[in-house]
T-cell receptor, first 110, second 112 residues
């Protein structure tokens, strides 16, 4: 069935370093790939997304890349700050149903 | 413009009882999706409502049901609660099924 694998499950970086989270998806018909940030006790917050007709998208310190052939997509955060600490989820979608990865707990140490 | 709001924020129920969770979609959004998020896991798709009709369902039993109202708000009903139903229930709204989905803060359901 449809599946999204996300790695790593935990990631610890020093403030100012870069962080990279990777996901693979199984459904080749998936055409929309959002990334969400979830802080403790809150709902997921959409931080960036990419559609299947685009290979890369950037928004300030955050960028996402998509390799449709390999069915991989990745989140890149540069110049990390302590407030970037949270759980990050990737998702793949076809027709509005989001299939989420298992999440990555990012810790940015001052 | 208001975001997605869910009520209640927390709820404790006894096994076998029934529960109704509510969601108000973001202004202008006509599609509502519900997700179940167990502790330490990613959200899992329960179902989606578009213009008051169910528009896709995940791998959840029929005791999970829903409604969407003319103002696009929505309810999730769960009958015959089981201990494993304890989770954070999330509602997301979007404009159509192919656009960005924005989540509410969730309802934390505990079944004892």
């Amino acid at each position: 069935g449809e599946n999204v694998e996300q790695h790593p499950s935990t990631l610890s970086v020093q403030e100012g370093d870069s962080a990279v989270i990777k996901c693979t998806y199984s459904d080749s018909a998936s055409n929309y790939f959002p990334w969400y940030k979830q802080e403790l006790g809150k709902g997921p917050q959409l931080i960036i997304d990419i559609r299947s007709n685009v290979g890369e998208k950037k928004d300030q310190r955050i960028a996402v890349t998509l390799n449709k052939t390999a069915k991989h997509f990745s989140l890149h955060i540069t110049e990390t700050q302590p407030e970037d600490s949270a759980v990050y989820f990737c998702a793949a979608s076809r027709g509005g149903k989001l299939i989420f990865g298992q999440g990555t707990e990012l810790s940015v140490k001052p | 413009e208001t975001g997605v709001t869910q009520s209640p924020t927390h709820l404790i129920k006894t096994r076998g009882q029934q529960v109704t969770l509510r969601c108000s979609s973001q202004s202008g959004h006509n599609t509502v999706s519900w997700y179940q998020q167990a502790l330490g896991q990613g959200p899992q798709f329960i179902f989606q409502y578009y213009r008051e009709e169910e528009n896709g369902r995940g791998n959840f039993p029929p005791r999970f049901s829903g409604l969407q109202f003319p103002n696009y708000s929505s309810e999730l009903n769960v009958n015959a609660l089981e201990l494993d139903d304890s989770a954070l229930y999330l509602c997301a709204s979007s404009l159509g099924e192919k656009t960005e989905a924005f989540f509410g803060q969730g309802t934390r359901l505990t079944v004892v």
